[in-house]
């Protein structure tokens, strides 16, 4: 499944739409067959992955999430630290198998 990990890098730009473009940059990522986008990351406050949950619901995304963990001795979180709920999963498994 195409998914789009960081959308939003934090220090880079806070506000979605503003720097970003998010909002103009999803339809013709959509178009051309993205599937997801990550909303819960180690990274973004409550207030970023609410805006990103809204965009993942009216681009029609699954929304994704995960923590980054790249192994002992990276500067990253640890597995299980990123609150990924578990209602993320049902639209992953409602998607059609190829």
């Not at 959509?30 to 986008?37: N, P, R, T, Y």
């Amino acid at each position: 499944m195409p998914a789009w990990a960081h959308p939003v890098i934090m220090g880079a730009a806070v506000a979605i739409s503003a720097p970003l473009g998010l909002e103009l940059l999803l339809p013709p990522l959509v178009a051309a067959g993205l599937k997801g986008i990550e909303c819960y990351d180690s990274g973004c406050p409550p207030e970023v992955t609410r805006d990103l949950l809204g965009l993942a619901a009216r681009h029609g995304l699954v929304p994704t999430g995960g923590s980054d963990h790249h192994g002992p001795g990276c500067l990253s979180v640890e597995l299980g630290e990123v609150d990924v709920p578990l209602s993320a999963f049902d639209p992953l498994k409602a998607l059609p198998r190829k």
